[in-house]
């Protein structure tokens, strides 16, 4: 996976950056920025990820700000990230508009706990997602009515893969 981003600090610097990701068998993940690259071990959790190389653990907890912009902190640190240069976030729909949530990385749909025509809101759960041993809720990212579930129980699904389009209400 490769995305290009733009990284707000609270202060208002900013930068554009090169992040490309790739899952190995272990379920590792290796991240290659201008600065530096490096292997980490990463495990999801409900609020972001914990990220760990050798004996040094890092937290980052991520959300969706309302406009569709990610809310990334990092040791005390706030980023604002988004598509550099114009560019869109797959799966994004437009503003007010329907939404396809897709899979986060490669994994297995384990049960689905919301049907097409059934309304949500934002942070729900909707399907759960076993990827790497752990299985995660797939939460819808804003209120709406579920429609097109793209997914069954037991179906393998590709990172990137659609999962389920949410409607606006």
């Given at each position: 996976?490769?995305?290009e981003?733009?990284?707000?600090?609270?202060?208002?610097?900013?930068?554009?950056?090169?992040?490309?990701?790739?899952?190995d068998?272990?379920?590792?993940?290796?991240?290659?920025?201008?600065?530096?690259?490096g292997?980490?071990?990463?495990?999801?959790?409900?609020?972001?990820?914990?990220?760990?190389?050798?004996?040094?653990?890092?937290?980052?907890?991520?959300?969706?700000?309302?406009?569709?912009?990610?809310?990334?902190?990092?040791?005390?640190?706030?980023?604002?990230a988004?598509?550099?240069?114009?560019?869109?976030?797959?799966?994004?729909?437009?503003a007010?508009?329907?939404?396809?949530?897709?899979?986060?990385?490669?994994?297995?749909?384990?049960?689905?706990?919301?049907?097409e025509?059934?309304?949500?809101?934002?942070?729900?759960?909707?399907?759960?997602?076993?990827?790497?041993?752990?299985?995660?809720?797939?939460?819808?990212?804003?209120?709406?009515?579920?429609?097109?579930?793209?997914?069954?129980?037991?179906?393998?699904?590709?990172?990137?893969?659609p999962?389920?389009?949410?409607?606006?209400?």
């Open positions: 996976m490769r995305r981003l733009r990284l707000e600090e609270a202060g208002g610097a900013a930068r554009e950056v090169r992040v490309e990701a790739e899952a068998d272990a379920g590792a993940i290796r991240i290659r920025l201008p600065e530096t690259s292997r980490f071990e990463a495990r999801r959790t409900a609020g972001g990820w914990i990220l760990r190389r050798g004996r040094r653990t890092r937290e980052i907890a991520v959300r969706e700000a309302p406009d569709g912009a990610l809310i990334v902190e990092l040791g005390g640190c706030r980023f604002r988004s598509a550099a240069r114009g560019r869109t976030r797959p799966g994004r729909g437009g007010g508009g329907a939404r396809d949530v897709r899979s986060p990385m490669p994994g297995k749909v384990v049960r689905i706990l919301r049907n025509g059934d309304r949500v809101e934002a942070g729900e759960a909707v399907l759960v997602f076993e990827a790497m041993k752990m299985q995660n809720e797939i939460r819808a990212p804003a209120s709406g009515v579920v429609a097109n579930m793209t997914v069954s129980a037991g179906e393998l699904a590709e990172a990137g893969a999962l389920f389009r949410l409607d606006p209400l």
